[in-house]
C-alpha cells in the first residue's frame, strides 16, 4: 500500500515582536524620601532656634538666700586641756604612760633614763637597724616615749610611738604590721581584743620563747593606736603570764590615751 503523505502544515503567522520596556531605576524613591525627612528635620530644628530666639530670657533665681534664724544664748565652752585630746597629744608624751604600781622597781639596765626614746633607740631593737631607720623616717616618726619595770619576776615595759600621719597613716599601719607579726597559728596562744580600742590586740603565749644559752621566756604583747599614737605592752616572765594581769596593763595604757 502506497503510503500516504502528511498534509503540509500551514505555516504559524510571525508574532509581532513586542517592544522592550525601559528598566525603572532602583533607589530613586528613597532617596527622595530620605531628602525630604532631612530638610524636614533640619527645617525643623531652624523653626525652633527662630522661635527660642524671639522669647525673652528666664529670669535667673536670686542669689541672696532667706536669712537663717541665729540660735540666741551663750555657746559651749572651749574644752579645758585636760579634756581636748589633741592638746593632751601634742604635749609631754611621758605624761600618757601608765603609772608604775606601788612595789615595782625599775630595771637594772634601762633603754632611757628620761623615758624619751630615740630614733636609734628604736632601730636597734630589731634585726636590721638600718633597715628600721630608713623605715621610720618614711613613716615621719616624731617622737616616742618609753617605761619599763619589774613586778616580782615579770618584766613590764610600755611605749607610746607618735608619728606626724600627715601623708600616711603610719600610726595605725604600725599597729597592723605589730599584729601580723605577733600572731601565730598556734592554737593555745591566747589573743583577746583591747575593750573600746577598735583595733587593739592583746597576745599572750602560752609556750616560752626557748633560745640556747638562755632561760626560756614567756610572753604577753598588746598593740593599738589611738589618733597618730601607737601603745605597745610586753610582758616577760620566766613562769606563764597571768592573762588577767597581762589585760589589766593593756586596757590602763589604752584607757591613758583616751
Known sequence: MAETEEPERAAE????????RPRRRRGRTTLLI???????????????YVIQAGRAPDPLPPLNQPAMAQAGGKGPAPLSAARDRQVRMDGDLRKLLLKRPKGATSLPKARTSDRWVSFIDIAERY?????????????QFRRAAIDQWREGG????VSLTQYRDEEIVASADAVVNHQSRADDSDPTTYSREIPGSGNGMLYVYAQPDREPGYVPLYQA????????????VYL????PIDK???AQVARQQWERLG
Not at 525627612?37 to 531652624?46: D, E, H, I, P, S
Not at 616577760?236 to 613562769?239: A, I, L, N, T
Open 236 to 239: 616577760v616572765s620566766p613562769r
Open 221 to 232: 604583747r598588746a598593740f593599738a593606736s589611738r589618733g597618730d599614737t601607737m601603745m605597745e
Open 34 to 48: 530620605a531628602c525630604a525627612a532631612v530638610l524636614g528635620v533640619v527645617a525643623g530644628t531652624c523653626t525652633g
Open 154 to 157: 615579770t618584766m613590764v615595759s
Open 127 to 139: 634585726n636590721r637597724p638600718q633597715d628600721a631607720f630608713t623605715d621610720l623616717v618614711d613613716a
Open 13 to 20: 503567522p510571525e508574532r509581532a515582536a513586542e517592544p522592550e
Open 244 to 246: 588577767k594581769r597581762a
